[in-house]
C-alpha cells in the first residue's frame, strides 16, 4: 500500500508539472509542439526499454538444468552483446535521431520568404538585456522584459556579455546558450497574445535563480505601439518633462548615471537600461512585481532581495531620497 501511496503522490507531483507559464508539456507555438512531441516520444521509447530491460533481469533469475559446453556458452553471449548491446542501440538511436534532427531544423533561422522580426536578447550577470534593432525610427532597448508580435515567427539572436547564459521560454521553444563573443540563432513564434515565464537555463553565477524574463506576445499593432512609444525622443521627453522630481534627478545622476542609462539623462551601460522602467511588471529581473514604492523597496533592500546582485548597496543615501528616486523611476512609463 506504501508503493502504491509514493505513486500515487509521484503521478499528482508529475501532472502537477504539466502546466503553468513553464511547462514544456503545455506549447503555445510550433517550436515548443516539437518538443513536446519529441518528449513525449522519447518517454515512450524510454518506456518500452525499461519493460525489455527488467523482462530481460527477470528471465536471468529462471532456473534451468541445462549442461552446456563452453562454446555453446560463448554463442549465446555473443549473440547478447551483438544484439543487445550493438544492434539495438544502434537502431533506436538512429531512429530517435531521424525523428529529432529534423524537429530542430525547424528552430534554425532559416531564410523565409519575408524576413521575421529580430530581436537580440543579451544575458548579463544577472538580468537581461533586449534590443529591437529593426525598430521603425531607430533601435529600442529596454530591459527583463521581452515583448514581441504574436502569431509570426521572430528570430532571436542571442549572446553573453560576461559568461554563458541560456535563453529559455518552455511555452515557446527550445534553450539556447548565450555565449560571449558569439550570436545564436533561434527562431520561436507564439500562436496567441499571451505572457510566458522564461528564465536563464545555465548555470551563471550566484544570481542565477533569480534571473528571470518576462515575455510577452501581443497582437503586431499593440507591438508597432509598443516599440513606437519607446524611441529615443519619446523616452527622453518622459523623463525630462516632470519639473518635481529635481531631488531624484540629483541623485540619479551622483549615484546611478554612470551605469543606468535613462534616455535624454544619463548614458550609463553597466546595469540595466532605465527608461522605461515604470512600466515593466517585475524588478530585479523577477524578483518582485512592480508597484507603487516597489522601485523604492527595491534600492532599499535588493541585497537581500537577491543577494550578490552587481549593484552595491545604496547604505550611504538616505531614505527619503531613495524615496524620490523611486518615485521618479516610477513615472517613466511610455
Ligand atoms: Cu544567467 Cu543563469
Not at 251 to 279: E, I, K, M, R, Y
Amino acid at each position: 500500500r506504501q508503493a502504491a501511496c509514493w505513486l500515487g503522490l509521484s503521478l499528482l507531483l508529475s501532472v502537477a508539472g504539466c502546466t503553468g507559464d513553464r511547462s514544456i508539456l503545455d506549447p503555445a507555438g510550433p517550436a515548443a509542439r516539437d518538443v513536446r512531441l519529441i518528449w513525449w516520444v522519447m518517454l515512450g521509447f524510454a518506456t518500452i526499454v525499461l519493460i525489455g530491460v527488467t523482462v530481460v533481469w527477470l528471465y536471468a533469475f529462471k532456473p534451468r538444468n541445462v549442461e552446456r559446453t563452453p562454446a555453446q556458452e560463448r554463442r549465446i553471449a555473443r549473440r547478447w552483446i551483438i544484439g543487445g548491446g550493438l544492434v539495438l542501440p544502434i537502431t533506436s538511436v538512429t531512429a530517435l535521431l531521424m525523428f529529432g534532427v529534423p524537429a530542430g531544423q525547424r528552430m534554425l533561422p532559416l531564410p523565409l520568404g519575408e524576413p521575421p522580426e529580430v530581436i537580440e536578447v543579451i544575458g548579463h550577470q544577472w538580468w537581461w538585456e533586449v534590443r529591437y534593432p529593426g525598430a521603425e525610427g531607430g533601435e529600442v532597448v529596454t530591459a527583463n522584459q521581452l515583448v514581441m508580435p504574436a502569431g509570426e515567427p521572430v528570430d532571436f539572436h542571442v549572446s553573453g556579455a560576461d559568461v554563458i547564459h541560456a535563453f529559455w521560454v518552455p511555452r515557446l521553444g527550445g534553450k539556447i546558450d548565450m555565449l560571449p563573443g558569439r550570436v545564436n540563432k533561434i527562431r520561436l513564434e507564439a500562436d496567441e497574445p499571451a505572457v510566458f515565464g522564461a528564465q536563464c537555463a545555465e548555470l551563471c553565477g550566484v544570481g542565477h535563480a533569480h534571473m528571470h524574463l518576462y515575455v510577452e506576445a501581443v497582437p503586431r499593432e499593440a507591438f508597432d505601439t509598443w516599440l513606437a512609444a519607446r524611441q529615443d525622443a519619446e523616452l527622453s521627453e518622459l523623463a525630462t518633462q516632470d519639473t518635481t522630481h529635481d531631488v531624484a534627478r540629483e541623485a540619479f545622476a551622483t549615484h546611478c548615471a554612470s551605469c543606468h542609462q535613462v534616455a535624454g539623462v544619463s548614458q550609463g551601460g553597466v546595469g540595466p537600461n532605465l527608461s522605461d522602467v515604470g512600466s515593466r511588471t517585475m524588478l530585479g529581473a523577477g524578483v518582485m512585481a512592480m508597484e507603487e514604492g516597489a522601485v523604492s523597496q527595491w534600492l532599499q533592500q535588493h541585497q537581500t532581495l537577491k543577494p550578490g546582485n552587481r549593484m552595491p548597496a545604496h547604505d550611504d543615501i538616505d531614505t527619503d531620497t531613495l524615496d524620490a528616486l523611486g518615485a521618479w523611476l516610477e513615472t517613466l512609463t511610455p
